[in-house]
């Protein structure tokens, strides 16, 4: 009686980590299928590492006789460098631009990366920012996001509007709004003219946009 061993198939799986890594090295461990995680350096220079995760996302080719001749993975929704099947999402943040056969260059693949890969990918992409960047003697930082604040969000969450720029008169006056000057209790003839000439300002921009919108002024003749 004869046993042999059917290895499972990678299409249909997710990035869970399918492939025993506990005697892989460092380089193995990182093109083999698997969970997400951030590639560690062997080396210290930014430049050797980035010939290092390169290397990493290089598709992965087969071979006769040891040597390579086509890529493995170059098919649809699998991944070019360990063949897990992946269909990303367009909202996916983390869905990754098309493979090269070079990485850096060279023309696009078919296939695409996993997790896994798209998330070394991002890294590979933050590395080569930071190579670039040291060459031209900037200093490099990675971008974080902000969170925009509640006050960003809504305008009015600090509070009621107190005061109003020209612009937003006019704006808020051409829409129809009616916008009138606080009255005190008893005012002077000086607050009183400010008073009815923003009345009259905030009339005349209603009017102009009504005009501008085609409304049309009938005259009704009284009987004589």
């Known amino acids: 009686m004869s046993m042999s061993f059917q290895p499972p198939s990678l299409i249909g799986s997710s990035t869970t980590n399918v492939t025993n890594t506990a005697f892989m090295d460092r380089m193995e461990h990182a093109r083999s299928a698997g969970s997400i995680m951030q590639y560690e350096y062997k080396s210290v220079k930014p430049k050797k590492q980035l010939k290092e995760i390169i290397k990493v996302l290089t598709p992965e080719k087969k071979t006769f006789l040891k040597i390579p001749y086509r890529f493995k993975y170059n098919i649809k929704d699998r991944c070019v460098v360990c063949g897990t099947h992946k269909v990303w999402d367009a909202s996916d943040n983390l869905r990754p631009p098309l493979p090269l056969h070079k990485v850096r260059k060279g ?16 890294q590979y992409e933050m590395l ?4 670039l960047a040291e060459e ?17 969000l809504n305008p009015l969450s600090s509070g009621p509007l107190t005061t109003l720029k020209e612009t937003d008169i006019m704006s808020l006056s051409s829409v129809g709004w ?3 000057p606080p009255t005190a209790e008893q005012e002077n003839i000086e607050e009183e003219l400010f008073r009815l000439l923003i009345e009259q300002n905030t009339i005349n921009q209603r009017v102009k946009t009504l005009l501008t919108e085609g409304a049309k002024v009938t005259i009704k003749e009284s009987d004589a």
Do not use: D, N, W
């Not at 080569?128 to 190579?131: D, G, K, L, R």
């Open 128 to 131: 080569e920012q930071q190579v």
């Open 136 to 152: 031209h003697g900037l200093s490099f930082s990675a971008y974080i996001p902000k969170t925009p604040s509640m006050q960003t």
């Open 107 to 122: 023309y696009p693949m078919r296939g695409t990366y996993c997790e896994k890969h798209a998330g070394i990918h991002r």
């Open 178 to 180: 009616t916008i009138k």
